[in-house]
């Protein structure tokens, strides 16, 4: 056992309390950075209003763009079950974004916004995905209006996206109007 001479503890807690503040600090200015300059593209998406118990009611998000036909996108490399894929996005006729291309590995020069996830499975024509921003916490009343505009189907859901393909969420639409924009701080 290393004793510490009672000198030194008094420096060596405040050196682990700025490590660990540092630490947090980091991880608010990268989201920071990543709604003010991320790629803004917005997506189609259904809801599911499940309860966690230590940190309230979210919404599930099951994005449109986590099962597409093979055929609809360019595949480039061999992705793998189980291994993260990029998607390239480009906007649609209908202002929501989908998927053209499919990368196995991280792209260097993508023509549009890629999103980073996991491939699921390549049943028959279709790759089903699955990306981290599948929750989105709110208040219980607001969860269930959410719920009830997903059966309306007229949710989508803004993303700000860095260029490795990182997410964060950034606001929630409804019939292609914003509806909620996530606080930077």
């Given at each position: 056992?290393?004793?510490?001479?009672?000198?030194?503890?008094?420096?060596?807690?405040?050196?682990?309390?700025?490590?660990?503040?540092?630490?947090?600090?980091?991880?608010?200015?990268?989201?920071?950075?990543?709604?003010?300059?991320?790629?803004?593209?917005?997506?189609?998406?259904?809801?599911?209003?499940?309860?966690?118990?230590?940190?309230?009611?979210?919404?599930?998000?099951?994005?449109?763009?986590?099962?597409?036909?093979?055929?609809?996108?360019?595949?480039?490399?061999?992705?793998?079950?189980?291994?993260?894929?990029?998607?390239?996005?480009?906007?649609?006729?209908?202002?929501?974004?989908?998927?053209?291309?499919?990368?196995?590995?991280?792209?260097?020069?993508?023509?549009?916004?890629?999103?980073?996830?996991?491939?699921?499975?390549?049943w028959g024509d279709q790759y089903t995905?699955?990306?981290?921003?599948?929750?989105?916490?709110?208040?219980?009343?607001?969860?269930?209006?959410?719920?009830?505009?997903?059966?309306?189907?007229?949710?989508?859901?803004?993303?700000?996206?860095?260029?490795?393909?990182?997410?964060?969420?950034?606001?929630?639409?409804?019939?292609?109007?914003?509806?909620?924009t996530e606080p930077l701080y």
């Amino acid at each position: 056992m290393i004793r510490l001479s009672r000198r030194l503890i008094g420096p060596a807690a405040l050196l682990a309390a700025l490590v660990q503040t540092a630490a947090v600090g980091k991880m608010v200015i990268d989201r920071n950075s990543l709604l003010r300059n991320g790629a803004e593209v917005r997506l189609e998406t259904g809801f599911i209003d499940p309860r966690d118990l230590f940190r309230g009611h979210y919404v599930t998000l099951r994005l449109d763009i986590s099962q597409f036909s093979q055929d609809s996108v360019e595949t480039l490399g061999d992705p793998q079950l189980g291994q993260p894929v990029w998607v390239e996005l480009a906007e649609g006729t209908n202002g929501f974004w989908q998927p053209t291309r499919l990368y196995a590995a991280q792209p260097e020069a993508a023509q549009g916004p890629v999103l980073k996830g996991t491939l699921l499975g390549s049943w028959g024509d279709q790759y089903t995905l699955r990306f981290p921003i599948d929750r989105y916490f709110a208040p219980e009343p607001q969860a269930l209006e959410l719920e009830q505009l997903r059966r309306d189907d007229k949710l989508g859901v803004v993303l700000a996206l860095a260029p490795d393909g990182t997410a964060a969420i950034k606001g929630l639409t409804v019939d292609g109007r914003v509806v909620y924009t996530e606080p930077l701080y």
